[in-house]
């Protein structure tokens, strides 16, 4: 069977999630900073969540199955809708769109859903990079959504990290795994241009920050 078969889409995320809730399942898990999530929630605040592509495995175990869904959004690859389709196994709505097809769109109709009440989650370094830095579409998406932009890193005991563009983190079984939450950035409905960009930047800068503090956690 060719590794791209459409069969891959149906027996692929039924598996992954039963090996993750497996795996996530055996570590003992701490969140840190849980008051910028908590405040905000308090507020009955919607909030955008963004992470590295290479830490999203356990952001999906930790946002799981939430009362009310919360939006992604997917690249239209299908590398995107296996992962999008792993994410609606834990609990995820999902839009499909990219920097190249359909993205415009599908951040509106995210930033909708958002206003709406409806939380969202999107990667900061989207699903081809470059590792680490944050697009445009994060910001755009925080401002026309109106809601704040919440960075999230992963710390955990032990882990593989894998040669692929995004450094992505396989964690051990058994392990200790800290969830953290940096501090928010909000981005004014009339942030445009230079302005916009420099928000992004804050962001990269925190979300940064937060992985660097992730990398060096000491349990």
Not at 188 to 217: H, I
Request: charged letters at 25%; aromatic letters at 10%; glycine letters at 10%.
């Amino acid at each position: 069977m060719k590794l791209r078969h459409p069969l891959w889409l149906r027996l692929v995320p039924p598996i992954a999630r039963a090996v993750m809730m497996s795996i996530f399942g055996s570590c003992s898990h701490i969140i840190i900073n849980p008051k910028a999530e908590a405040e905000l929630e308090a507020q009955g605040q919607p909030i955008l969540y963004t992470c590295w592509h290479g830490q999203l495995a356990y952001v999906f175990y930790h946002f799981r199955d939430r009362p009310r869904k919360i939006v992604l959004l997917a690249s239209p690859s299908y590398d995107g809708e296996l992962v999008g389709r792993i994410a609606e196994r834990f609990g995820a709505m999902i839009l499909s769109g990219s920097r190249n097809k359909g993205g415009l769109a599908a951040l509106k109709k995210m930033a909708g859903l958002i206003r709406q009440g409806q939380s969202g989650g999107i990667i900061a370094d989207g699903s081809r990079g470059p590792c680490h830095r944050v697009q445009k579409g994060v910001a755009v998406l925080g401002r026309e959504a109106g809601v704040p932009v919440l960075p999230v890193a992963v710390a955990s005991e032990r882990k593989t990290v894998l040669n692929t563009w995004d450094r992505f983190e396989l964690i051990w079984p058994f392990s200790r795994v800290a969830l953290l939450f940096g501090e928010p950035v909000w981005v004014p409905p009339d942030a445009r241009g230079k302005a916009l960009e420099g928000f992004r930047l804050e962001l990269e800068k925190r979300l940064n920050r937060l992985f660097d503090r992730s990398r060096n956690f000491r349990f």
